[in-house]
C-alpha cells in the first residue's frame, strides 16, 4: 500500500529528492479525485486532462498533487511510503490488480 506522503519529482530531470518532501491534506486529494470523476476524464493511455495523462497511475499523481504529466505505475511507489492497512488512510493509495487506486474512505 502506498501513503499519501510522498516526494515531489523535478521537472527537469524526473528525479526525487527528500529535500522536495511536501504533504497535501488528505481533504484536498479526495477534491481533486472527486472532480476528476464528476468531470467524467474518461481513462485513456495516451490522452491527457489539465496537462496530466488519463490512466490509473496518473488520477493517483493528480490527486497527490504531482507534477504533470504523472508518474505511472512502474515509479509512482518511489513517491510514497509503504505502510500496513490497518495504517491505511483517505487519500492513500492501494496497488490492486497491478493497478493504483485512491482509498476514499
Request: neutral net charge; glycine residues 6%; hydrophobic residues 40%.
Given at each position: 500500500?502506498?501513503?499519501?506522503?510522498?516526494?515531489?519529482?523535478?521537472?527537469?530531470?524526473?528525479?526525487?529528492?527528500?529535500?522536495?518532501?511536501?504533504?497535501?491534506?488528505?481533504?484536498?486529494?479526495?477534491?481533486?479525485?472527486?472532480?476528476?470523476?464528476?468531470?467524467?476524464v474518461p481513462y485513456s493511455q495516451t490522452g491527457t486532462y489539465n496537462g496530466y495523462r488519463t490512466?490509473?497511475?496518473?488520477?493517483?499523481?493528480?490527486?497527490?498533487?504531482?507534477?504533470?504529466?504523472?508518474?505511472?505505475?512502474?515509479?509512482?511507489?518511489?513517491?510514497?511510503?509503504?505502510?500496513?492497512?490497518?495504517?491505511?488512510?483517505?487519500?492513500?493509495?492501494?496497488?490492486?490488480?497491478?493497478?493504483?487506486?485512491?482509498?476514499?474512505?
Amino acid at each position: 500500500m502506498l501513503a499519501g506522503i510522498f516526494l515531489l519529482q523535478t521537472a527537469r530531470n524526473n528525479q526525487f529528492t527528500k529535500e522536495a518532501l511536501r504533504c497535501v491534506e488528505r481533504s484536498t486529494i479526495i477534491a481533486h479525485a472527486v472532480h476528476w470523476v464528476e468531470g467524467r476524464v474518461p481513462y485513456s493511455q495516451t490522452g491527457t486532462y489539465n496537462g496530466y495523462r488519463t490512466d490509473s497511475a496518473v488520477f493517483v499523481s493528480m490527486s497527490w498533487e504531482l507534477d504533470k504529466p504523472g508518474l505511472n505505475l512502474s515509479v509512482i511507489h518511489n513517491v510514497a511510503t509503504n505502510i500496513t492497512k490497518d495504517l491505511l488512510q483517505q487519500g492513500d493509495s492501494i496497488i490492486c490488480a497491478l493497478q493504483p487506486v485512491l482509498f476514499a474512505n
